[in-house]
């Protein structure tokens, strides 16, 4: 069975940094993009990043780009999402995901395989 583990997520005020973490087990990182969503009270959803190790390929929604940095270990099956700046916007619960990718896909519009747990990230004003 594929598990996804995130942990990493807290209270921090505007403007700080949290860094998420997403151990997963149960499939090979060479036929998987590892990804992150969130979603705040009362809205969809969102996608904000993916990665494909295996074509060293990264995708940012608008919301996150130049603020958010995504990650792997391999080694570790551990994906990061290094957050900075951040906003009280940004609150939200944080979930990571899988996708099977092939080169060329669309990391944007990817089609979710296994959800981790979420974690909730909180940014006060």
């Known amino acids: 069975d594929v598990q996804l583990q995130a942990s990493g997520g807290g209270l921090v005020q505007a403007g700080g940094s949290l860094r998420l973490s997403c151990t997963a087990s149960g499939l090979d990182f060479e036929y998987y993009a590892i990804g992150w969503f969130r979603q705040a009270p009362g809205k969809e959803r969102e996608g904000i990043s993916w990665i494909s190790s295996t074509y060293d390929i990264t995708y940012y929604a608008e919301s996150v780009k130049d603020r958010f940095t995504i990650s792997s270990d391999n080694g570790k099956n551990t994906v990061y999402l290094q957050m900075n700046s951040l906003k009280p916007e940004d609150t939200a619960v944080y979930y990571c995901?899988?996708?099977?990718?092939?080169?060329?896909?669309?990391?944007?519009?990817?089609?979710?395989?296994?959800w981790g747990q979420g974690t909730l990230v909180t940014v006060s004003s």
């Open positions: 995901a899988t996708t099977f990718y092939r080169y060329g896909d669309s990391l944007g519009e990817a089609i979710v395989d296994h």
